[in-house]
């Protein structure tokens, strides 16, 4: 395998990619299966080979076992760590990732963390100065542990000069998917996704959150009322109309809402016109003063407000990110 490095453009001079799966005691099977099936699918392009500080069986968080071939500086083309439970001490984690340091100071062209597999990066020290990201219920720890991380928890894959990190468990499969698409094309990642049954694709810097989904209600009346929000977001959707909806009274449908989706229907509305909106953003071109009054917003500045409350980010900075993440 021979690569050159010219302003982050790769070229390749071999048809067959080494793409090598680091897993440790405790890791989660998932982040190994997803993308590993996923380099599976793409076809004899690649080929992989799941490594361990020690070699032979590793058991993962569930208690399954997988057989391994003991790490080395080997000519490796991608390096993709799995993630796994991330305890109160974190001495195991720092420790194999001393061990590992070694070889992540190899010329390896792509090395890649899936979900908490990013506290393993960090420790070592290749995430230093880089745009990085993990499962959101780890941001926060991971930030405070390594503040020269720049953490983004609210994207489902980074990648920064060759380092690339992602989210939990179907982030990985994304992650490994545009990897595939940067090697051998668009079609070929595509297909891969099509035999996956999953979507094509998520851009890595789309929401690891989708306000429908997070907020679950468990009766039907309160999911046509999220399903009637979604369809109708230029409309007023006062606390009186949604009851409606629920058929309700106000009182009631205020209490049983807030109960079956932890938030109140003003938070609801809000967070699904700013979910619509960022699509909107990532996906196409119109100007954000016609993205806010397609989804109901009065003005612009009440859009910004809402984007800010809700991701942390302004409009301008989610279409921003989006167009540089299209142009690698």
């Not at 070229?11 to 897993?23: K, R, V």
């Not at 793409?42 to 790490?71: F, P, W």
């Not at 939990?168 to 595939?180: K, N, P, R, Y």
């Amino acid at each position: 395998m021979h690569w050159t490095d010219a302003n982050t453009t790769m070229t390749h001079t071999a048809l067959t990619y080494n793409i090598a799966f680091f897993i440790f005691p405790g890791f989660q099977i998932q982040d190994l299966s997803g993308p590993l099936a996923a380099f599976e699918v793409a076809g004899a392009s690649y080929k992989r080979l799941v490594v361990s500080i020690t070699g032979g069986l590793i058991k993962s968080s569930c208690g399954l076992e997988v057989m391994t071939t003991a790490i080395s500086p080997a000519d490796y083309d991608t390096l993709i760590i799995a993630g796994g439970n991330v305890p109160a001490d974190l001495s195991e984690l720092l420790a194999v990732a001393k061990q590992l340091a070694p070889v992540l100071r190899q010329d390896i062209r792509r090395i890649a963390s899936v979900c908490t597999g990013a506290f393993i990066l960090a420790a070592a020290g290749r995430l230093d100065g880089r745009k990085a990201t993990t499962h959101w219920k780890y941001t926060a720890q991971l930030q405070q542990l390594f503040p020269r991380v720049k953490v983004d928890g609210d994207r489902i894959y980074t990648r920064d000069r060759g380092v690339w990190t992602s989210a939990g468990v179907s982030a990985g499969i994304d992650m490994a998917l545009a990897m595939i698409e940067e090697d051998l094309g668009t079609e070929a990642s595509k297909t891969a996704a099509q035999m996956l049954v999953v979507y094509y694709r998520r851009p890595g810097g789309q929401s690891q959150f989708s306000a429908l989904a997070d907020m679950e209600p468990q009766s039907e009346r309160i999911r046509n009322v999220l399903a009637h929000i979604r369809h109708h977001l230029t409309d007023a959707l006062t606390v009186e109309t949604l009851a409606s909806v629920a058929c309700l009274s106000p009182r009631q449908f205020g209490r049983i809402f807030r109960a079956e989706t932890g938030c109140t229907p003003a938070k609801a509305v809000e967070r699904i016109r700013t979910e619509v909106a960022r699509q909107k953003l990532e996906q196409g071109n119109d100007p954000v003063e016609i993205i806010a009054r397609q989804v109901g917003y009065a003005d612009p500045e009440r859009m910004r407000r809402a984007f800010i409350r809700v991701t942390g980010l302004p409009p301008q900075s989610i279409r921003r990110m989006a167009a540089n993440e299209g142009s690698h």
